[in-house]
Structures are given as C-alpha cells and as structure tokens.
C-alpha cells in the first residue's frame, strides 16, 4: 500500500482506533513501540509492534462482512511469524480496562518469551 493512503488512514483513525492509539502510542504499554497503520506486504494493519512480531487490530462492523479476505489476510502475516490479537469497536467503546489490561498481559507474555 501506497505511503500516502496510510497517511491517509492516519488521520482518519476512527474513535475506537484512536483511543486504543493513545494508549500505545510512546511506549505507553508495556514499554514497548507500536506503529499505526503499518503496512507488511500488501496489507496495512492497525498497530504493530515489531519488537514483539504483534499486531493490534480494531475491527469495525465492515469486518461483518469481510471475513473471508481477513481470513486470508491473517494467514499470511501469521505465515511471517507475527501474532495478531483482534478486538471490535463495541469492546474498545463498552470494556476499554479489558481490552487494553489484555493488550498488555499479551505484551508481558511475548516479552518473556523473546528473553
């Protein structure tokens, strides 16, 4: 994907993507880096963090319909090592403490495991 429609996505982060961005953005969890909308081959992911070979994805309703491409999807970034963790608008907006106490065990975990 091209370096300017991620830029785009970068601006027009939705409300449940940014408030996760806020978060993860300077080293807030668990001290380690996460980019937004990072592309790895021709996909663009939400939140990566290379350190840990981990993607963040906020899924939208849209996902509803588009299960076959992102199964598709999820096969090739896993095929490259990484490990993703999903979560939908409706669980950022109604349980954010879950959701992001569950990014960060995720992060302990692979930490501890890249020692």
Same mark, same amino acid.
């Given at each position: ?84 963790? !999903? ?27 890249? !020692?």
């Amino acid at each position: 994907m091209s370096l300017k429609y991620r830029r785009h996505l970068r601006k027009e982060l939705t409300s449940p993507e940014r408030i996760i961005w806020q978060k993860l953005r300077n080293r807030r969890m668990g001290d380690v880096k996460f980019r937004r909308q990072h592309s790895i081959g021709k996909f663009i992911v939400d939140f990566y963090c290379s350190e840990l070979n981990l993607i963040v994805e906020i899924d939208g309703d849209v996902h509803i319909y588009q299960r076959k491409d992102d199964k598709i999807r999820e096969i090739f970034l896993e095929n490259r090592g990484l490990k993703i963790i !999903r979560y939908t608008n409706y669980e950022v907006r109604t349980n954010l403490i879950g959701v992001l106490e569950d990014i960060l065990r995720k992060c302990e975990e692979l930490k501890k495991g890249n !020692r």
